[in-house]
């Protein structure tokens, strides 16, 4: 909101979280309930957008869940929760956005992947799989939309305070700060400020990007 934008905010089973943000900008975000590893149900999301906002020109897929499990350990159903929510989730936003985007010639697509996603993580194979492959997904697409004015980046963070690290103890996040170069761990609202400016008219001349937020530990 304070970069311009109309928001239309996502979200599968936390209404009370997502009605709280909301609240902070009262009239000026749109709620829409949608599990993107979901195709139908992403069909529908962008309908109910569309009829708001028509066609959405920046799109930003961080859609995430986390599990810490060994490879062995790894059910059908690990695998295929990861997949569908990081990957696939992103594959059906973007095919959806695109049409609109390539018709106005202009657009941004923003992807969140992760550090893992650039080194593998151990006991996170299926989430390292997943993040890398977004990776992948954003590289290819920024060449294929490109000269339709698209451009399509990445955000891989480090560590991050936020709910997924819940099962931290104290002395766990301590540790990870302490092992960070710049000695501290990242905030959302740090995240947030690199995708702003990523989906802004002065990052046109930027696409096909990682941008490693992650304090110095992966280099």
């Not at 990861?82 to 973007?94: E, I, K, S, T």
């Not at 959806?96 to 697509?109: D, F, H, N, S, T």
């Not at 995240?191 to 802004?200: D, I, P, S, W, Y």
Request: net charge negative; aromatic share 6%.
């Amino acid at each position: 909101m304070q970069a311009g934008c109309r928001v239309a905010l996502n979200y599968r089973t936390s209404t009370a979280a997502a009605k709280a943000l909301a609240a902070r900008w009262p009239g000026q975000v749109l709620l829409v309930q949608a599990d993107v590893a979901d195709p139908a149900q992403v069909e529908e999301m962008f309908h109910t957008v569309e009829a708001v906002f028509g066609p959405v020109e920046v799109l930003v897929c961080n859609a995430g869940v986390a599990q810490q499990k060994l490879f062995t350990d790894l059910t059908d159903e690990d695998w295929k929760r990861m997949m569908d929510v990081h990957l696939n989730g992103a594959f059906y936003c973007c095919r959806r956005a695109l049409p609109g985007m390539i018709r106005k010639k202009w657009g941004r697509i923003l992807t969140v992947s992760s550090m893992w996603g650039q080194t593998g993580g151990s006991c996170e194979v299926h989430y390292s799989a997943a993040k890398a492959g977004l990776i992948g997904l954003t590289k290819a697409l920024a060449k294929e939309e490109g000269p339709s004015g698209i451009t399509v980046n990445c955000v891989a963070p480090g560590v991050i305070e936020t709910d997924m690290m819940s099962a931290f103890t104290a002395e766990d996040k301590a540790a990870l700060a302490e092992e960070t170069p710049v000695g501290r761990l990242g905030t959302p609202g740090e995240v947030a400020a690199t995708l702003v400016f990523l989906a802004g008219e002065q990052a046109g001349y930027i696409t096909g990007q990682v941008i490693g937020q992650n304090g110095g530990l992966v280099i």
